[in-house]
């Protein structure tokens, strides 16, 4: 597996792959890796020839007041997991091999960037799509996986994607979960024992709301009410958002008849948790 650090070495190193004939699938993450991330490498491995994984921790995605500076950093735990995967290269570059002292060109996409996670954290997503445009220009692959959990970032990069023409498939996977149910996130190890705890409430909103949903409810203000009176049964959690959007748009929606995303985001303690569920869902466990 080779690990990388510059824009010219990756290019190069990719070029050499391609000439065997291999497509290639490409994975953005910002490092500090768990089984969430392991499953897009999966997903990659089983679609495309070879695999490119980044770890980056993008400052531009990060407010002023956010967690940069603490975000878990676990470089070589990351690399050594990425090797027994099967990764083919690594690509981790310093900020200043993304960013010149100088740089004035974003990735601005309108309207969605503003909506759920882009309405709590402004510029977030200006960040996110710059960079994702930026790692997508250096990579070149022919697919790119995200995760689910993600789920206003893939309604913002699926746009950029269609408005920009970028020659690339995005394939999103689905929210890999600990076994209690809590969505897998590096930002999981900042809670205390209690905050992880408290930090269930999300799940347990979303599978109430799912279960009403099934049992035939389909007004959004009836489910939204749900969902806000199991977190609220959990007061140690702050709720950010609790919404029920078009998966694309992330505007408000009525009903769900149609396909729709119940999105939550919540603080324990000062960690900001973000969960959610598609309607109608695929599969459903409930007898
Ligand atoms: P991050 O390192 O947090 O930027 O995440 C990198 C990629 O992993 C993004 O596409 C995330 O949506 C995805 N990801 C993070 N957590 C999970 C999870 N629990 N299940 C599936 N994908 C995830």
Redesign the pocket.
Known sequence: MQVLRTVSETRAAVRALRAGGRSIGF???????????L??VRAAKAGSGAVVVS?FV?PTQFGPNEDFAQYPRTFEADCAALEREGVDLVFAPAAEEMYAPDASTFVDVEGVSGRLDGASRPGHFRGVATVVAKLLNIVGPDRA??????AA??AVLKRMVRDLNLPVELVV?????EPDGL?????NRYLSAEERRQALVLHRALNEVQRMAESGVTAARDLIATAEAVLAGEPAVRVDYCKIVDPDTLEDVADVQNGVLVAVAAFAGTTRLIDNLVLPSAHHDLS
């Open positions: 994975v953005p993450t910002m490092g500090a890796l768990h089984e969430g991330h499953s897009l770890i993008n996986f995200f995760g689910q959990k993600d970032q893939v996977c689905p929210i890999v979960r969505a897998m996130s590096s930002r």
